[in-house]
């Protein structure tokens, strides 16, 4: 039976710079959100990223393999920077004429604006339940997954200019952390190249680098391993880094698991120890001798009695530290699991929100379009009701007119133009016969359906 892998390519990003955020920060009496912010915008960040990648706050780097670039993920971003815009800051700089206006260092220049002045992917194929039974030499075969990752990650997104790719082996899943800098030409303003990771990598882009990085990676992976696995189908809002730092209560539970694992390492011990307890205890029963009443009773000495008193309770007493220890690991993969799961849950929906509101602001905006035709239309309509009255009574002159040269001065040549007109079909019946009957009276339309409908209301009335 194939087995579903599942695949997750997550860009870090700003998300207090997200619409929602903003939408949230504007609603909070601060002004601020505590949405998560995994964008490295600055020299700070980076070297946050740094030392988690690189795990060095606490030193414990055996199961952490750094695959490109050096352990030092800020000289490596930095050299990035030397690589691929000292040319073009030294350009830039020779064509300035005010010295405020040329760029000492590119780096600092990018850490002080608003733009990212790098980014970080993480890679993970596999879920906790499918790596949860996988021992060491079966996770370290990923290595090679990862390598060819990334020789695919340069040739789909060539802009991408990697700095540091680092694989974490020490949590549930083996997975890799990319850091590198998105890098566009051809500017018109400042720097002919600059760093640019919006144009790089935008919603479209990045489902198209995700569906081929997800193809190249199961194939690596089949290679490698010898097996013909397929992966989960894609899922939105399931593209997140689940990072241990952001589980309320894991490094806690983790310390306490470490010091449980001493506890265990000494339970063991007494394991041990007990083995050669019970070769005393094998040695005292084999002293026994016969009762001389009873050759079936044996004799003990109340020394040896309690001796094997004492050893009962280190047993009893290591069984219960084992008993305890074991327990307590299995809660805190049970904790861990649901962890997991919950954060790729709340990851997920937090998507679909975030999708859903600009679906919402889109329809806004549709809306409030829609509302301006609505009112210029109004506006237009009124424009040519004051018109269409001005004409109507344009229209009631010129009748009046025809009907006092017509029936007044018995005018022989507005009766030829009104002929003309009637055949022409300008005048119809009844305006042919006002504009020649000098005795009936000129009504506008609007005064002959009122007429109309006093008459009606009459005769329901009789």
């Known amino acids: 039976m194939e087995q579903g892998l599942a695949y997750s390519f997550h860009l870090g990003s700003d998300k207090n710079k997200s619409k929602l955020a903003k939408k949230v920060a504007k609603e909070n009496v601060s002004g601020t959100t505590s949405l998560s912010n995994n964008a490295i915008q600055n020299a700070k960040d980076l070297s946050n990223v740094n030392r988690h990648n690189l795990r060095d706050y606490d030193n414990q780097r055996e199961l952490i393999r750094t695959i490109y670039g050096t352990d030092d993920i800020v000289n490596d971003v930095k050299q990035v920077y030397l690589d691929e815009f000292e040319e073009v800051r030294l350009e830039y700089n020779s064509k300035q004429t005010r010295e405020d206006r040329k760029i000492e260092d590119y780096f600092k220049k990018v850490c002080n604006s608003q733009n990212d002045i790098a980014?970080?992917?993480?890679?993970?194929?596999g879920d906790m339940d499918f790596w949860n039974d996988k021992d060491q030499e079966y996770r370290l075969k990923m290595i090679d997954v990862y390598n060819e990752q990334i020789k695919d990650l340069i040739k789909i997104v060539p802009t991408f200019k990697i700095a540091n790719a680092t694989i974490h082996f020490d949590e549930t899943s083996p997975h890799m952390h990319v850091v590198g800098v998105p890098v566009i030409e051809n500017c018109t303003r400042g720097m002919k190249k600059q760093v640019g990771k919006s144009q790089i990598f935008t919603k479209d882009s990045l489902t198209?680098?995700?569906?081929?990085?997800?193809?190249?990676?199961i194939k690596s992976f089949n290679k490698f391993y010898d097996i013909d696995f397929k992966l989960k189908e894609k899922q939105k809002g399931r593209n997140q880094d689940i990072n241990?730092?952001?589980?309320?209560?894991?490094?806690?539970?983790?310390?306490?698991?470490?010091?449980?694992?001493?506890?265990?390492?000494?339970a063991n011990n007494k394991s041990k120890k007990l083995d050669t307890n019970a070769?005393?205890?094998?040695?005292?029963?084999?002293?026994?001798k016969p009762s001389k009443l009873n050759k079936n009773n044996m004799v003990i000495s109340s020394e040896n009695v309690a001796e094997i008193k004492k050893l009962t309770e280190e047993i009893k007493d290591t069984t219960k530290s084992v008993r305890s220890v074991n327990d307590l690991n299995i809660a805190i993969r049970d904790f861990e699991k649901s962890s997991f799961e919950t954060i790729r849950e709340v990851s997920s929906l937090k998507y679909q929100v975030e999708q859903k509101d600009e679906e919402i602001n889109y329809l806004k905006k549709e809306i409030s379009t829609k509302d301006k035709i609505i009112s210029k239309l109004r506006a237009e309509k009124e424009t040519l009701k004051e018109q269409l009255q001005k004409f109507k009574g344009f229209w009631h002159s010129i009748i009046k007119h025809f009907q006092s040269r017509l029936g007044f001065d018995k005018n022989e040549h507005y009766k030829y133009v009104t002929d003309d007109l009637y055949k022409n079909g300008v005048f119809n019946d009844n305006e042919k016969e006002i504009?020649?009957?000098?005795?009936?009276?000129?009504?506008?339309?609007?005064?002959?359906?009122?007429?109309k409908t006093k008459k009606k209301n009459n005769m329901e009335l009789k």
Do not use: F, H
Not at 119 to 125: G, K, Q
Not at 443 to 451: C, L, P, R, V
């Open 435 to 451: 504009a020649t009957t000098y005795s009936r009276k000129i009504k506008t339309q609007d005064e002959i359906n009122t007429s």
């Open 279 to 288: 070769d005393k205890v094998n040695a005292i029963l084999d002293e026994l």
């Open 244 to 266: 241990v730092n952001d589980m309320k209560n894991y490094r806690e539970l983790k310390k306490q698991q470490e010091q449980n694992a001493k506890r265990l390492q000494q």
């Open 119 to 125: 980014c970080e992917i993480i890679i993970e194929l």
């Open 208 to 217: 198209n680098i995700q569906d081929k990085m997800r193809n190249t990676c």
